[in-house]
Each structure stands twice: as C-alpha cells, then as structure tokens.
C-alpha cells in the first residue's frame, strides 16, 4: 500500500476544494450535493442549497394531506426539486407542478426529478408565481420556501450565502414583498378548503400572518425546532 500514488489530477482538484473553502465556497456546492429529509439531492452555484429549516415546511404539508387521496399541489420557485419531490415521494398520489424564473434551478429540479424517478407526476415550467396557469382554483394546496430577506441585508450576509444568488435570497426592500404579491392572487388557484404553506423569516411571522389574515385567511405560525417562526399555514374557512 505504500507505493500508491494519488493521481496528480485527484490531488489538484482537492487542494482547489480546500482553497475554495477557505474563501468561504460553500461545501454543498463542492460536493454537489446536500441531504434533505434523509435524501440526497443534487445541487449546482446559484441554486438555493436546502436547509434543514426548510424540513419544517414539508412536515406541515404532509400533515396536511391524506396518503389515499389523489391532490394536486402547487410549488412557487421550485429550486432545487428537494420539497416537491419530497413530498411527492412520501405520497404516491400526489402530482405536483413547480415553476422558477431561474433556468438552472428548473434544470436541477428536473435531474433530481429524474434522479428519484417522480417525472410522471411533476411538471416543471418557467415563470414568476402565477404566471402561465389559468386562474381554475385547482389546486388542493400551495407550497413556497420565497425569498424573504429584506434587501439592506445582502452585504450583511456571508460570501457563501451570497453566492446561492441575489434572486434566490431577497425578497424586497421590506423582506415580505412575495407574500404580498401571492396573496393577492391566491384565492384564484386554491380549491375550496385548499391551504398554503410557505417558509418565512425569523422575525416575519406575525406581519405575514396579518398579511394573509386581511386576505380572509385563517393562518397559523409555526416554529422550527430551535424556537423561531419558520413556517405560515392557511386556509379559507
């Protein structure tokens, strides 16, 4: 064993990954993957890498919709595929559509689609929330992780962060802007006793919630496991 030698094409690409690392390159990006809700999904620079936090939006749908029955949801800004794919995988009757204004997010989504064989039941498409569906309230729910850091905090933020992506992260000026564009439009897609379901902020909760109470939802705010806001829940009664 002494005399194996590390090919020299090996070893220059793993001091490049240390480099990398040292300047704050984000390890999911150098691996090319990341685990979330006990998978591994496939992730690539300027795609949104899954958190554990978000592990808490997919609990909430899940709770939400029964294994034997054929639903339809509805995912805004799919990124990499991990919450739809997810929730498509844990029920088998689900389908699903997903869109992003992101071509490489679609293109992940759609080889992580692949990857875990759910392509029958997730049509992926580009556009900005609403955009290219008809208003036909049909869908049993929607679902969204939404940019929601407000806009003065992007210098704040880690270089490893930032590379996720402008667009990824920033939700507007005040942070909350994607939940006041969807709220407005909503209503059109949700079925009756449809629900929503989107990840927000730390310190979002009770001005989202607000938010989508003014719109005539009943809304609930749940919390991730260290504590904080992490996820609002709605319906129309």
């Known amino acids: 064993m002494d005399d194996l030698e ?22 999911q990006y150098i691996l090319g993957e990341w ?13 949104l890498i899954p958190r554990p936090e978000t592990e808490r939006l997919v609990e909430e749908v899940l709770k939400r919709i029964p294994e034997d029955l054929p639903l339809m949801g ?3 800004g799919v990124g990499t595929g991990c919450i739809s794919i997810t929730l498509l995988l ?12 992101n071509v490489k997010a679609l293109r992940v989504a759609k ?23 008809k208003p036909k309230r049909a869908f049993d729910f929607i679902v969204s992780n939404p940019p929601y850091i407000p806009k003065h905090q992007w210098g704040k933020l880690p270089r490893g962060v930032r590379i ?3 667009n990824s992260l920033i939700g ?3 942070g909350w802007e994607f939940y006041e564009r969807i709220g407005e439009r909503m209503h059109d897609y949700l079925k009756p006793n449809g629900f929503f379901a989107f990840e927000i902020g730390h310190d979002q909760g009770q001005r989202v919630k607000k938010l989508f109470e003014e719109k ?12 904080q806001d992490r996820v609002v829940v709605g319906w129309k009664l």
């Open 6 to 27: 590390v090919p020299d094409a090996i070893r220059i690409s793993y001091f490049e990954a240390l480099k990398k690392l040292e300047r704050g390159y984000p390890l």
């Open 35 to 47: 685990d979330f809700y006990g998978r591994s999904f496939y992730v690539e620079e300027g795609v």
């Open 74 to 76: 509805f995912e805004i």
């Open 90 to 101: 844990e029920r088998e009757n689900l389908k699903m559509l997903a869109n992003d204004i």
């Open 111 to 133: 080889r992580n689609m692949e990857r875990y064989g759910v392509s029958h039941r997730l049509l992926l498409f580009g556009g900005d929330l609403f955009e290219a569906i």
């Open 164 to 166: 996720e992506g402008y």
């Open 172 to 174: 507007g000026v005040k």
């Open 216 to 227: 005539g939802y009943t809304v609930e705010v749940k919390k991730d496991y260290s504590g």
